[in-house]
């Protein structure tokens, strides 16, 4: 199994709402990553955990809160979010996070922002 | 700081032709260099890779050579394909400021339209 699953898919939701995103992987990677792909754009890093533990945090807004409950899963959690936080979420592993290594990205959560 | 210059196209071919699409990076350290390839509604996936000066990597037909005196990762394909027809970005992995951790930086992303 060398895939990312992330769900869901699609994800519309209103600025007062909380919502989570998931993301899932059975490779055994120890290094989960968040991007954000706006349209046209390469995608950008929010969030790194590296062994469960939160690594690397790219100055993220705390509307974005990242959760890695075991080795296999990463959740990012969304609160009261702006219109232009919609984008393409991008989740990927790899390996160890402290080589480099190739990332494994999954398909991504298309989210609207009304 | 790291970064990666790509051009930016769109870039649109027959198939059949032969397809280069530039970058060059800036780094600090001695990072690793990878192109990766993102088709409509999916995310990115590994193209090719290289670690170190004069490596090349290659795969399904795509090749680039990391060339440390010009500081370049070129993407080239001798006869591309309309199913080649993508988002290609060059990326490069270093250490980050924290010195534990590696990052992707990654270029802006070349469209590729293959036309039949």
């Known amino acids: 199994d060398t895939e990312v699953t992330q769900t869901p898919k699609h994800l519309v939701m209103g600025m007062t709402n909380k919502k989570s995103l998931k993301c899932e992987q059975h490779m055994g990677h120890r290094a989960m990553y968040w991007y954000k792909q706006k349209a046209k754009k390469p995608p950008e890093l929010m969030f790194v955990y590296s062994y469960e533990k939160l690594s690397i945090n790219e100055s993220v807004p705390s509307r974005f809160s990242p959760e890695c409950p075991n080795s296999s899963l990463l959740n990012l959690h969304l609160h009261a979010l702006q219109p232009e936080d919609s984008a393409l979420y991008l989740c990927a592993s790899s390996q160890t996070g402290v080589e480099n290594e190739k990332l494994f990205f999954g398909s991504g959560t298309q989210l609207s922002v009304l | 700081g790291n970064s990666v210059t790509q051009m930016e196209g769109p870039v649109t071919l027959s198939e059949e032709a032969f397809l280069t699409i530039n970058c060059t990076y800036t780094?600090?350290?001695?990072?690793?260099l990878f192109w990766y390839v993102q088709y409509p509604g999916e995310g990115l996936q590994l193209l090719l890779k290289?670690?170190?000066?004069?490596d090349k990597g290659s795969n399904k037909g795509f090749e680039a050579t990391y060339r440390k005196e010009t500081t370049s990762f070129h993407l080239e394909k001798g006869s591309v394909q309309v199913s080649d027809s993508a988002v290609y970005f060059c990326a490069l992995s270093d250490l980050d400021s924290g010195g534990s951790n590696y990052k992707l930086t990654f270029g802006k992303g070349t469209l590729l339209t293959v036309n039949p």
């Open positions: 780094a600090t350290g001695y990072p690793s």
């Open positions: 290289a670690t170190k000066a004069d």
